[in-house]
């Protein structure tokens, strides 16, 4: 496994470590279960503060796929990087489609966790590759694509790419993705040599810093910047559901250099043609 596919670990041990806590911020059984099956030491991981993150992180992009799913329950979720993610597990409502693409060994692991089904697909490809969107297309539209903390480790052209082929080639789709800012890039290296940080442990490192999500609407036309969030300002929907605890600590979390450079940004996307109908 390389160290790109490594850190799926994290999210995935996020979750599990969530589950079991007295009050949760979400529950995930199935987290629990699969950290239990793989054999791999993740109690390096304990006590370090981006566990929490990366849970409060899927919280938010739950929420927009979810709301996604209320307003077309037939459509299709696309989960790039999926990782070994269970927002299918979380989100099902009985009548959409999903597609899960990662890379070939990431999705190796991920096939001998996970079952596809008529409405459930998973994709062994590369986001920049152009192999996928036609299995895409077996599913219908219309289609949310969902990119958690993974358009970082491509180069910023590769994401530049990624996000114009998807506006092409998916029609008024709408993708959700997150952006670190220069100063999350600028203090990677001291980061890592910090003594309790999961990315020390691992060798992957961020491609490319975005410090203002706006920036990305200019990337192509018909890229439109819907909605945007940092982990200390959640939609309301997730704010108000988070255990006391944690709604305690936003406001502390508001002040800190971290929090302002990490984004959680939904884009929708139209082609010329789309817009014009
Ligand atoms: C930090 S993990 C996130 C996993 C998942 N999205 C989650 O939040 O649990 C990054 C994921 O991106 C995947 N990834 C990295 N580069 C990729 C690429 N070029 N195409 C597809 N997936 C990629 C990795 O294999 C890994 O599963």
């Not at 993150?53 to 459509?75: N, Q």
């Not at 489609?97 to 079952?115: A, G, I, T």
């Not at 997730?238 to 305690?248: C, E, K, S």
Request: proline residues 6%; aromatic residues 8%.
């Amino acid at each position: 496994m390389g160290p790109a596919q490594e850190t799926l670990l994290i999210p995935l041990y996020g979750r599990a470590v969530e589950t079991r806590k007295r009050h949760p911020m979400a529950r995930d059984p199935r987290a629990v279960e699969i950290v239990e099956a793989i054999d791999y030491d993740f109690a390096k991981f304990d006590g370090d503060r981006s566990l929490e993150g990366s849970v409060l992180r899927g919280l938010i992009f739950d929420h927009w796929v979810a709301g996604f799913l209320r307003e077309h329950p037939g459509g299709t979720v696309v989960e790039i990087g999926a990782g070994l993610n269970t927002r299918f597990e979380r989100l099902d409502n009985g009548a959409c489609h999903w597609v899960e693409l990662d890379l070939p060994d990431s999705m190796e692991l991920r096939r001998k966790l996970f079952q596809e089904s008529d409405r459930r697909s998973m994709i062994a490809a590369s986001v920049v590759d152009d192999t996928w969107a036609a299995r895409v297309r077996e599913h219908p539209a219309p289609y949310f694509f969902v990119a958690e903390a993974v358009l970082i480790y491509l180069t910023e052209a590769d994401a530049r790419g990624v996000v114009g082929r998807i506006r092409d080639d998916f029609p008024d789709a709408t993708l959700a993705f997150d952006t670190w800012g220069e100063w999350i890039l600028r203090n990677q290296r001291r980061r890592d040599q910090r003594r309790r940080d999961p990315l020390r442990k691992m060798s992957a490192t961020l491609e490319w810093a975005c410090d203002d999500p706006r920036e990305i609407e200019s990337w192509h036309p018909g890229v439109t910047l819907s909605a945007g969030h940092t982990l200390a300002t959640p939609p309301r929907a997730v704010r108000t559901a988070l255990p006391l605890r944690m709604r305690a600590l936003l406001p502390v979390m508001r002040s800190l250099p971290q929090t302002r450079a990490y984004r959680l940004n939904l884009f929708t996307l139209q082609t010329s043609s789309s817009s014009a109908r």
